[in-house]
């Protein structure tokens, strides 16, 4: 099950709503947890099993933590633990890759190819195995306490809002939340804005942006133009923040409506000057986790230039496997990690004094080629797309842009590189709408709305009751609705 299904939308999330108001204080972890795991059995019956061992084997380590803490031992619970989620991970995620890697090395030898019948991907389990790992290495730096409940151990791996596409919410950010809070009304009226803008980048922008994209990278190669090719990739680029962003927003405003503040997870990406820029507004959850959890550990920029380099080349080598089984994701992440390298040079001191639009110019472009890696499955035709764009197309201009830039299409591309941009929040401010202050564990948010007028703030409201008719008629229709998050 997904959000953006009519499913979740016209049954799941009501019935689950009204349980979890009319229950208890001391039975609403319990409704969550059945809901998350009802949630997750939806579409991955038997897979549910398999986040229950995870659950049950994070949980037994917590302990083993907590019984060695003083001791050697307390490292060696961490490294089972650590050493078990990686091995659920690499079992699901990397034995189909590591099989076809090592056959083809086989084969250059002579040697009979293995077999291994394709091992299905649980959805999700890249973002509920890296949170498992935080329960342990949060336990392990005495951040937090250890659970003796197994079922706040349980609602936190499996919670539903953040289960699948993330943000990865970290145990820290969480744990006092799993025993005790409270949603007040002003957190489910910002919780279900921020679901319903989320539905709406997902919907009417990411769905029509990938379907054009989708429909030219299907094209053979000898039909490229550079036109085409630039075309598809813009979508695309659009698309996937669309999407995921999107997601995330859908996640933290589910999570506001059940009295959890989960941390932000995007920040207008594509206005960043620098890759270091984007990173520190793309997927942060996951660019915080891996600096925290691996770079640092790694000793970080603390041992010279060259161990810097190196260590932004692991944690982005392992980033780019984290994200997919395809040499193409891991060139995508060595891309990131080169550049990120570069920029700590003299040359990208360099170009951190060159005109601001450059630097903009610049980065778009280095995130834009490293996606057509990163949405394209196979070398061979990333490489021809690469060649489309700077100009080595054999198209025979029987195909055009104008055969995919439909309305919809066009719509989606002007409106989502306006929305990619703070223009929102910029004239939010200017109107006198300053929006809300960060949730504190415990705390009610604060809206505040300055001096904005009345028809402002209904005027806001009116325009997310419309998206949201929008984005369920169009889910209803059945229109073209992906999730790209089977492949993580």
Known sequence: MVFSSTVFLFLFLPLVLVLYAMAPRQAKNPVLLAASLVFYAWGEMFFVSVMVLSISANYLCGLLLEQYRDGPGARRALALGVAANLLLLGTFKYANFLTDNLNA???????????????????????????????????YRREEPVRHDPWHVALYISMFPQLIAGPIVRYHHVARQLVERTVFLDDFAYGARRFIVGLGKKVL??????????????????????????????????????????????????????????????????????????????????????????????????KGPGRTALNLLTVFFLCGLWHGASWNFVIWGLLHGAFLGLERSPLGRLLGRTWAPV?????????????????????????????????????????????????????????????????????????????????????????????????????????????LVLSAAALAAGTYNPFIYFRF
């Open 105 to 139: 090395l086989r084969g250059s030898m002579g040697l009979t190819p293995l077999h291994l019948d394709p091992v299905h991907l649980p959805i999700g389990v890249s973002f509920f195995t890296f949170q498992a790992i935080s329960y342990l290495i949060d336990v």
């Open 205 to 302: 922008l990411a769905n029509p942006l990938g379907a054009a994209a989708d429909q030219v990278f299907a094209l053979p190669g000898a039909e490229l133009t550079p036109s085409l090719a630039w075309f598809a990739v813009v979508c695309y680029t659009l698309q996937i923040y669309f999407d995921f962003s999107g997601y995330s927003d859908m996640a933290i405003g589910l999570g506001r409506m059940f009295g959890f503040s989960f941390p932000e997870n995007f920040n207008y990406p594509y206005i960043s000057r620098s890759i270091r820029e984007f990173w520190r507004r793309w997927h942060i959850s996951l660019s915080t986790w891996f600096r925290d959890y691996l770079y640092l550990p790694l000793g970080g920029n603390r």
């Open 359 to 467: 630097q903009h110019l610049y980065t778009l472009l280095v995130v834009m080629v490293a996606w057509v890696f990163f949405r394209i499955e196979t070398l061979s035709a990333t490489l021809t797309h690469l060649a489309a764009m700077v100009g080595f197309a054999h198209g025979t201009g029987t195909q055009s842009v104008g055969l995919f830039l439909t309305g919809e299409v066009g719509f989606a591309l002007l409106a989502g590189a306006v929305a990619a941009t703070p223009v929102a929040p910029w004239l939010a401010r200017k109107l006198g709408h300053t929006g809300t202050t960060p949730k504190q564990p415990g705390h009610a948010p604060t809206i505040t709305t300055g001096n904005a007028p009345l028809a402002l703030l209904w005027g806001t409201d009116l325009v997310l009751l419309v998206m």
